[in-house]
Each structure stands twice: as structure tokens, then as C-alpha cells.
């Protein structure tokens, strides 16, 4: 059915974050050190990227030389998640490859508005939409809360009996929102901190605990937790997480095989 590669899994200051002396941005484990977040999905005839980070193209030297993503899918305009896009579009330009860049109307308009000079780039095109056909994966997009950063869109694709979600920015979701997200095979979800004390009105993710919870709530059967802050060591917070629940890591591979 595919395979899932993550090829950043930080919030968006990255780990180690810059002039931090923290026991992870310091530590030696290679797990603790995290690019911005993006994903790529891999099908028979089609590789797909999930959002185009800063570091794009360190993570492209690192785990995608080979082949040129087809299709970018935006979940929403924060630097993050976008500010890999010029050198995407060179990467493009320079190899006669021709890709599509997805994501709701506002996104779109958003995108032209910060690059304008890729609006009539060779090889780049503009498709604004909620709605988009990957093989044989039905893809949607569905916006929900960012809370104190506004509003994103998690990303559902759905095949046959299977469906999977890539939710990496969210927070205080209603009960319309979540309806999208019940009962995943897997949802990809972002969570910075193990437990979050900040104000609840100046938050934007949910936090490890939160996610746990939904899992149950919305009947998950797998859960994997990416977005990761220097508030997540990976030797000692994987050995604390539940059955059926774990942190994504940079350079990280998933077969999309359900049962």
C-alpha cells in the first residue's frame, strides 16, 4: 500500500534548538536530534510530501536523492512547514520535473502571496482544493484548530476499508472536527511537549498525555507522535508510552501495511 518516510519530526525551532544547553538539545543520541516536520509517502507510481520544511534540503540529500516528490501536500502557511519551498521549486526548475502543490484555497492564496515569483515557475503548478485522488488514495483535507497559531488542516487518506490521518498541528478540536479522525488504522499526531503547562489560551498542540487520551477517544489503533520539542528525550520517554503508541524520529520508515 505505500511506505511512510519522516523525514523531520521537531516543532518549529528544531532540536537542538539554537544556544540551548537542555539535557536533549545537549544529549548524544542521534533520536534527539530533529529536523522541522515533513513526511514523504511512497506509492507504486507516486511519491507524495507531506508538508515542505525548512530543511528541506538536507532532508532531501539524507533519505529522498533519488526521486523528485510528484505531489506536495500543505497543511497550512507557517514557516515550518512551507519555508523549503523556493528550493523545492529550483530543485524542480533545474530537472524538468513537473509536480503539484495541493492544499485548501486559502493556503493556496497564501502561498502565491509569499512566493510570488513561483506563481508562473516551469514545472510548478498551483492546485487549490479540499479534495485530491493519489493512486488509489482518496484525500481530504479538513481544517481545525491551531488555537493560539490559528488554524490548520489535518490530512485523511482513506482507501477501500483503510484510512490513515496526518494531524501535526492541532489543538482544542470540536466534536465536528474530530468526526474525520475516528476510528484511523493510524494517526500521525503532533505533540511538543510530555506535558504542557503553559496557558491553556496561548497553546496550539496537544501535548503526549492529551494524545494518549484521544487515542481511546477516537478508537485509534495506532498512534504515532511527531512535532517532538526538546521536551521529549526518545531513550526515555518511548519506554513510558503505551502499547500501540510511539514517537516518530527523523529518517524513520513506516509500510503503510494494515490488517
Known amino acids: 500500500m505505500g511506505k511512510l518516510t519522516f523525514l523531520g519530526t521537531s516543532d518549529a525551532q528544531g532540536v537542538p534548538r539554537l544556544l540551548c544547553s537542555c539535557r536533549v538539545c545537549q544529549s548524544k543520541n542521534t533520536l534527539n536530534v530533529r529536523k522541522r516536520p515533513s513526511v514523504l509517502l511512497e506509492t507504486k507510481d507516486c511519491n507524495v510530501l507531506i508538508d515542505i520544511s525548512p530543511d528541506f534540503r538536507s532532508q532531501f540529500i539524507e533519505y529522498v536523492n533519488n526521486s523528485i516528490p510528484d505531489i506536495v501536500l500543505i497543511t497550512h502557511c507557517h514557516h515550518d512547514h512551507i ?25 493556496i492564496d497564501s502561498l502565491k502571496q509569499r512566493f510570488p515569483y513561483l506563481i508562473n515557475r516551469r514545472g510548478l503548478s498551483f492546485v487549490s482544493s479540499f479534495n485530491y485522488l493519489v493512486e488509489d488514495w482518496k484525500v481530504t483535507f479538513h481544517k481545525v484548530n491551531h488555537r493560539f497559531n490559528g488554524y490548520s488542516y489535518g490530512i485523511l487518506f482513506e482507501k477501500y476499508k483503510v ?12 466534536e465536528q472536527q474530530f468526526e474525520p479522525f475516528y476510528n484511523c488504522d493510524l494517526l500521525i499526531l503532533g505533540t511538543s511537549y510530555w506535558k504542557e503547562i503553559a496557558d491553556h489560551s496561548r497553546r496550539s498542540v496537544y501535548d503526549v498525555q492529551e494524545a494518549i487520551k484521544l487515542k481511546d477517544n477516537l478508537n485509534i489503533s495506532r498512534l ?23 514517537f516518530a524520529y527523523d529518517g524513520m520508515k513506516l509500510p503503510l501495511v494494515f490488517n
Open 83 to 107: 519555508g523549503g519551498l523556493g528550493d523545492y521549486a529550483d530543485l524542480c526548475f533545474w530537472n524538468n520535473k513537473n509536480t503539484k502543490i495541493v492544499s485548501p484555497p486559502e493556503n
Open 163 to 174: 484510512k490513515w490521518a496526518y494531524l501535526s498541528d492541532a489543538f482544542n478540536l470540536n
Open 224 to 246: 504515532i507522535l511527531t512535532h517532538l520539542s526538546h521536551d521529549i528525550d526518545l531513550s526515555e520517554h518511548n519506554k513510558l508510552l503505551p502499547h500501540n503508541v510511539e
